[in-house]
């Protein structure tokens, strides 16, 4: 449901069914809604008949890359020769995304569930669920609702009375956007500054401990039990036309628009039906300028891109951009586009881990030029300089944070030149005082 | 006549004696009311027709910034250049931990005033200068030392500039 | 070597690597030399400069070359197009915040910066209208300042002090364009292998305080040589200018000690630079010395060591060559013979990174070569027995003020082959003057028994001459002779005829990395490939 | 940069202290221990507890965290300078952080932060207010982009907050 909104006619309720149902949070409520269900079948399975169901019901990774997740539970090693773990992906830090929040919120049990589940399929001795330090309310909920866990024989040495171990530790980040980057999630976990790895070695090989590890995320691990509740077939069939992309898929809307908040859709739902029916559409005589719709790393979609795409991984491909973690920014008309632009690269420039020289030193340079446009002082080479500068950013690093800051940047230039000009002609006022 | 002696005429004209000395006199006068070239040397150093070329390489000079302490920060780049080995430096430290010649000397006699030095010289801190008057009463006064570069005060040269090959 | 090989083509060149081998080290195979800054060969390497991208046939994106391993019929171009114009790209962000200071900077001349960016970079600067990052400069520890301002946060030094030596006091402190090297308060960069991350540090930001402001790298010239600080035998270079002793830094061998020495062996070089040296031989005319010629004094030894009879005794330094014990142990062989190396004891100090690395407690370089050519390091002993000795020969000992005065009380005639002679010894029948390790051609073997060559790195001060020339001449006899050896090399193979081990060895044999040699006696514990992790 | 870098406007660092792990705080440190497979990796929630019972990370904290964990100060406080939730200056009693990031900026976030310099008397961002009662810093992204804009009071997170809401919230911290 679009919490903190009701339900809308068009979506389809799965994962938020429980949003703002105190009820659920608690172990009893969550067994009489059905929860934990599908654990005890789980428990019940072998660990490939787990892996097969998720691999048939075309479950894709909701983090932002959209790897298959049950390939991905495939890659561990089967012998469990040394210890394996499972991370679950709770650093929810990208701008315009609050959908793991909710989850975690409302739903804790979904989620433990869903630890609980993957942790037995891919052998894994513990899962450690890395929640970002910024998530306090989420943070107690979850403590809470593990220690009931615990308490109600769900998790501990003998889960739900199978003779089989599952546990789960909650592990707090501290401020620090890359951690939900799975190298360096695993760092930080490790007591380590959060720099991701150099891959390989792929987690699945060597992650965290310098074991096999498997790092999902939330939204991901709270869909895998309604797999095995409901099957994989069922999941399948979710989808409205594109078979690569199935299941239902939370999208957190923000920014200029009537209803902001988490909306569940089936993969493939046009993304006008989104903005406009279900989250109602622009403020009143606004129109919507820009619409960056995969969290703030992707590029930046203009109005009639966004309108024509449709919302699945594939879809959004093919309108020039990325799904991401799917929280959409929508950007009206009033919008400075310039001073967006900058805002973002900021972010990055702040979150950059000072590993690889192009984002160290890039993101902060970026930022800069920006501000220097936007303090009226730009140049017609500024626009030469910044995009060499994001091609030098795009990817040549460890990770993809500078490729994040460059896509806006360089999706910006494209689609909104015309402002980006009318700062340098000086036909606009500035919007920064030079320092 | 007992021999014949030719008698040969000679034009008046030519053989006139006064006619020659006055031409000669002419020019004299002519020469009188003619602009001066010879420069008063000593009294003058330069007229606005002559004067040495900005280019000229003469003896060296070292610049000094607003407090007054030479340009210098010790690269070493001026010894290792100089074809005639003739740059005497040491570098040092001073309170603030910034490099500077603790020892720094020309020796004149030796230099071949090449230029390198002020071509190579990063910070534009040792140039040669356009000066020429090199007397001095003992030889050892030709090894500047650092107080000496920096007290001269004569101009500074303007090196050939590859980038304009036909300019001064 | 066993290992599998794999066959790729790096800029057309085609070479084949162990499987494993990262394809910066396949490109060093194939003479093409990949700019890089985080990497090192000791030390693990972390992919952040990205500076080593090279562009890897059928892979999507550029490939660090630092941490890709080779892989069969893999076709690798170093200096492609987009493999030059992401190094150009590197180079411009790093220099976005570097001061153009070289002109004051120690690492000038040697900097990797200074080499790429004049080898590949961009000309100008785009960055212009800002303001550089500045920092002040930092005391990290006893002989190490940090400029931070000149720093590209390779952190090899981060990774040295964490991974090599086991004693992470260094950090990467802040993110993004605010990171630094950082220290705690409360801890120095005080390790006895501290100064290795000057070495490694690419550009001029980890300084050493003993070097600062001392020489420009283009002034000095480096010697090959061998540290004479312990008997680890670590391979240096002595940096020299104008005939004075610079510095001393390592010298790569992965055999003894891959890139690194201790504290302890780069500043144990001042004594190379004493001034007040014996530059003549001193025969004794009744009671004082007098300055003579080699003949005379050569003349003189022979007589010398002719006249007497019993017993002999050699005391000499620990940092004596090969050659000179070898030749001086020769000229004795007739007499009943005690011999002696002094070995100076201290700390040792393990390098816990690298197997087998320590600054050992016995600090002789050239312990392990005496004991083979017969001598002993029971140097008391040998002090008692000199004391009724006939004859006793001091090889540049360093001697306390109680033996001085012992020796020059002995019976015995006391011939000294120094360096320095000190007030006590003033009366002794013959002064000699050698030259130290630093001003001659010569061999130490460590204490796994590898003999490893050292060469001169500066001028012999006077008429001093190597302590094998003395003996060398003695042997031969009076006049010129041609049995005389004339080069180090030559006193080596004298060796051979009487010390078996050293039969059929030359220096040419020796090279310049070393070689183990064949003492019978089980090799040393531990003594592995010496890698390092 | 949006940082704890500025320096408080706060005294010197207290004196001397009792250690943070004696007691309860110690046993916790050591469940914690069972949790994971190295000591190293219970940094980051040793570190929360120093927090908590501190208010911020002084040199000294940094070097009993390395010393109960087995590790040099300098690496805590490598760890430490990373991650922004951690303080290595005093702040003030209650610790607002407020989200500028693009989702919040364009709904009026800025607004939100003036609003809050003003009634708290912080003069600047990460500054600490006269009274000592609180310091403001931006920071990037809280996470819940749809209420904006959402700000931190310590651990109370508050959805929503307009300029006009600030001085009603600010009155819940004395």
New interface residues.
């Given amino acids: 449901m679009g919490f903190p909104h009701p339900s809308h006619s068009k979506e389809t309720v799965v994962l938020s069914r429980y949003f703002g149902d105190a009820g659920a949070r608690t172990y009893d409520g969550w067994v009489e809604r059905g929860g934990y269900e599908a654990l005890k079948r789980a428990l019940a399975m072998t660990r490939d008949a787990i892996v097969e169901e998720v691999k048939a019901s075309g479950l894709r990774g909701r983090g932002g890359a959209g790897f298959p997740t049950g390939l991905k539970w495939s890659f561990m090693p089967k012998d469990v020769v040394k210890p394996h773990y499972l991370v679950c992906n709770a650093d929810e830090s990208e701008p315009g995304t609050f959908k793991d929040r909710e989850i975690m919120r409302w739903t804790p049990h979904a989620l433990i569930e869903g630890c609980a589940i993957a942790a037995y399929a891919i052998g894994a001795e513990r899962c450690y669920l890395y929640i970002r330090g910024e998530f306090t309310e989420p943070w107690k909920v979850m403590s809470a609702a593990v220690e009931q866990a615990y308490a109600m024989g769900a998790l501990g040495a003998d889960a739900l009375g199978s003779g089989k171990r599952v546990d789960i530790v909650l592990h707090r980040g501290a401020g620090a956007y890359i951690c939900g980057e799975e190298t360096a999630m695993m760092n930080s976990i490790e007591g380590k500054r959060g720099n991701p790895r150099i891959k390989p070695p792929f987690p699945a090989v060597a992650g965290l401990f310098g074991m096999p590890t498997t790092i999902n995320n939330v939204e991901t691990l709270s869909a895998v039990p309604h797999i095995l509740n409901r099957g994989a077939a069922w999941y399948k069939a979710l989808c409205l036309g594109n078979p690569k992309s199935t299941g239902t898929k939370l999208i957190s809307i923000c920014g200029h628009i009537q209803r902001p908040g988490n909306y569940e859709v089936t993969m493939g739902t046009p993304v006008k039906e989104i903005l406009y029916d279900m989250a109602g559409g622009p403020k009143p005589g606004r129109t919507f300028k820009a619409i960056i719709p995969g969290g703030s790393s992707v590029p930046i979609m203009t109005r009639e891109e966004a309108e024509a795409a449709l919302f699945d991984y594939e879809g959004i491909v093919e309108q020039g951009s990325m799904l991401g973690s799917a929280g959409m920014i929508v950007m009206d008309d009033t919008t400075d586009m310039v001073y967006q632009i900058w805002r973002l690269a900021r972010f990055y420039a702040h979150e950059s881990c000072a590993q690889c020289t192009q984002c160290r030193e890039g993101t902060a340079w970026t930022t800069r030029i920006l501000e220097r446009i936007l303090t009226g002082r730009g140049k017609q080479d500024d626009f030469q300089l910044l995009l060499d500068l994001c091609d030098n950013m795009t990817g040549k690093t460890i990770c993809v944070l500078s490729d994040s800051c460059a896509a806006p940047v360089v999706s910006g230039i494209q689609k909104f030149r015309s402002e980006f000009e009318a700062y340098i002609a000086g036909a606009r006022e500035p919007a920064m005082a030079v320092v | 006549m007992a021999i014949g002696v030719k008698v040969m005429r000679r034009p008046e004209r030519e053989v006139s004696y006064v006619r020659a000395t006055l031409k000669g006199m002419a020019l004299t006068f002519k020469h009188m009311f003619e602009p001066k070239v010879t420069m008063q040397y000593p009294e003058q150093k330069s007229t606005t027709e002559w004067s040495i070329s900005q280019r000229w390489r003469g003896t060296h000079r070292m610049l000094t910034d607003e407090q007054g302490r030479s340009k210098c920060v010790a690269c070493g780049l001026c010894p290792q250049i100089c074809p005639a080995n003739c740059i005497k430096l040491v570098p040092g430290e001073d309170e603030q931990g910034n490099r500077y010649p603790l020892i720094y000397e020309i020796d004149e006699f030796r230099c071949v005033f090449c230029g390198y030095c002020q071509e190579v010289c990063p910070e534009e801190a040792i140039h040669v200068g356009v000066h020429f008057e090199n007397a001095e009463y003992t030889r050892g006064r030709f090894v500047y030392d650092l107080e000496r570069l920096q007290s001269q005060t004569h101009a500074v040269s303007t090196l050939w500039d590859p980038s304009d090959p036909q300019g001064e | 070597m066993a290992d599998e090989l794999v066959n790729v083509t790096i800029d057309g060149m085609p070479v084949s690597v162990p499987k494993g081998t990262p394809i910066i080290e396949a490109a060093k195979q194939a003479g093409v030399l990949v700019p890089h800054y985080c990497y090192h060969p000791s030390l693990p390497s972390p992919a952040v400069c990205r500076m080593c991208l090279v562009e890897v046939e059928k892979a999507p994106k550029l490939m660090p070359a630092c941490v890709t391993s080779v892989v069969e019929g893999q076709v690798v171009h170093v200096n492609s197009a987009s493999a030059k114009k992401a190094r150009e790209g590197v180079l411009e962000l790093l220099l976005i915040n570097h001061p153009l200071d070289c002109p004051i900077c120690d690492q000038a001349g040697e900097c990797e910066l200074q080499d790429y960016v004049f080898q590949e970079g961009r000309a100008g600067t785009r960055y212009a209208e800002y303001a550089k990052r500045y920092s002040p400069v930092e005391d990290f520890g006893p002989d190490i300042l940090y400029v931070p301002n000149r720093c590209i946060l390779c952190t090899r030094c981060v990774r040295f002090m964490e991974d090599v030596a086991d004693a992470p006091v260094l950090n990467v402190s802040e993110r993004g364009d605010r990171a630094y090297i950082g220290i705690s308060e409360e801890q120095k960069l005080d390790h006895a292998w501290s100064g290795n991350v000057v070495d490694l540090c690419p550009v001029g930001s980890l300084l050493s305080k003993d070097f600062l402001h001392k020489a420009r790298a283009w002034d000095l010239d480096k010697t090959a040589s061998v540290c004479p600080g312990c008997t680890q035998g670590c391979n240096v270079s002595i940096d020299t200018r104008d005939d004075v002793v610079i510095r001393i830094r390592p010298r790569p061998n992965l055999e003894v000690n891959r890139h690194f020495m201790c504290d302890y062996g780069r500043a144990n070089y001042r004594w190379m630079n004493r001034g007040d040296r014996i530059e003549a031989p001193l025969v004794r005319d009744g009671a004082r010395h007098t300055a003579t010629d080699w003949d005379t004094a050569l003349a003189r030894f022979e007589q010398v060591l002719r006249g007497a009879s019993g017993s002999a005794v050699i005391l000499a330094t620990g940092r004596a060559s090969t050659e000179s014990l070898g030749l001086v142990r020769r000229l004795v062989d007739r007499f009943e013979v005690a011999a002696a190396v002094q070995v100076p004891l201290g700390e040792e100090a393990p390098l816990s990174g690298v197997p087998n690395l320590a600054l050992r407690r016995e600090r002789a370089p050239n312990l392990a070569g005496a004991e083979l050519l017969g001598y002993t390091p029971q140097w008391a002993a040998a002090m008692r027995q000199a004391l009724s000795a006939a004859v006793v020969i001091v090889l540049d000992a360093d001697l306390d003020q109680a033996d001085e005065a012992a020796l020059a009380a002995a019976p015995g005639m006391v011939v000294l082959l120094g360096t320095v002679i000190a007030d006590a010894l003033r009366n002794v029948e013959l002064v000699l003057p050698v030259t130290t390790m630093a001003e001659e051609n010569g061999t130490y073997v460590n204490r796994d028994h590898r003999i490893q060559r050292y060469q001169q790195a500066k001028s012999q001060p006077g008429m001093a001459r190597p302590a094998w020339w003395i003996a060398g001449e003695v042997l031969a006899g009076p006049g010129p002779s041609a049995d005389a050896p004339s080069t180090a090399a030559e006193a080596f193979e004298l060796l051979g005829e009487r010390w078996p081990v050293f039969a059929g060895l030359g220096h040419g044999d020796i090279g310049y990395t070393g070689r183990v040699l064949r003492t019978g006696s089980a090799p040393v514990p531990g003594r592995a490939e010496g890698a390092a992790r | 940069?949006?940082?704890h870098?500025a320096h408080g406007s706060h005294g010197a660092t207290p004196a001397a202290q009792d250690p943070v792990f004696v007691g309860e705080t110690r046993t916790k440190l050591e469940e914690l221990f069972a949790?994971?497979?190295?000591k190293?990796?219970?940094?980051?929630?040793a570190?929360?507890m120093v927090q908590e019972v501190r208010g911020w990370i002084s040199?000294t904290d940094?070097?009993e965290v390395a010393e109960a964990?087995d590790?040099?100060?300098?690496?805590v406080?490598?760890?430490v300078?990373?991650?922004?939730?951690?303080h290595t200056h005093p702040v003030g009693r209650h610790f607002i952080?407020v989200c500028?990031?693009?989702?919040c900026?364009?709904?009026g976030a800025e607004d939100v932060v003036k609003a809050l310099l003003a009634a708290t008397g912080c003069v600047e961002l990460g500054a600490t207010s006269p009274d000592d009662r609180f310091t403001v810093i931006e920071?990037?992204?809280?996470?819940?982009?749809?209420?904006?804009t959402p700000i931190?009071v310590d651990?109370?997170?508050i959805e929503d907050v307009t300029p006009d809401k600030v001085a009603g919230i600010l009155q819940r911290f004395p």
């Fill in positions: 940069m949006t940082s870098q949790r994971y497979p190295t190293q990796a219970c940094l980051l929630p570190l929360w040199e940094i070097g964990l590790l040099t100060p300098a690496y406080k490598g760890v300078t990373f991650y922004t939730m951690y952080q500028t990031t693009s989702p900026n364009i709904c920071v990037e992204c809280l996470g819940a982009c749809g209420f904006p931190m651990d109370d997170f």
